[in-house]
């Protein structure tokens, strides 16, 4: 059992910057791939960015790519979601998520990932 924390969210104008962070419980965090996902009101869960459990891998959704930088820090337990340049449209509910030990397949769907944040809330004014 995983259980994640997510934090960081907030109101800010176009343009700003935001740092979440995702805390896990658990030894084996560095076993997990972990993602970032959101979620605006009226429209479905989609994925934005996900970071391998061996920490050398990235991915993330064309829409953040090149604004939005996810990493992590094993000792910590903790995956971080920078978010520079934001857009209105960035505006929504945003959960981490892991997957089961060692996965390795299509990061960018929600099904693989078994574990859930709560989410935090993240809105940009324009």
């Known amino acids: 059992q995983v259980q994640l924390v997510e934090s960081g969210g907030g109101l800010v104008q176009a343009g700003g910057s935001l740092r979440l962070s995702c805390a896990a419980s658990?030894?084996?965090?560095?076993?997990?791939?972990v993602g970032w996902f959101r979620q605006a009101p009226g429209k479905e869960r989609e994925f934005v960015a996900a970071?391998?459990?061996?920490?050398?891998?990235?991915f993330y959704a064309g829409s953040v790519k090149g604004r939005f930088t996810i990493s992590r820090d094993n000792a910590k337990n903790t995956v971080y979601l920078q978010m520079n340049s934001l857009r209105p449209e960035d505006t929504a509910v945003y959960y981490c998520?892991?997957?089961?030990?060692?996965?390795?397949?299509?990061?960018?769907?929600?099904?693989?990932?078994?574990?859930w944040g709560q989410g935090t809330q993240v809105t940009v004014s324009s």
């Open positions: 998520a892991t997957t089961v030990p060692y996965y390795s397949g299509n990061y960018y769907s929600p099904d693989p990932y078994r574990y």
């Open positions: 658990g030894r084996t965090f560095s076993s997990y791939t």
């Open positions: 970071i391998r459990w061996s920490g050398g891998s990235t």
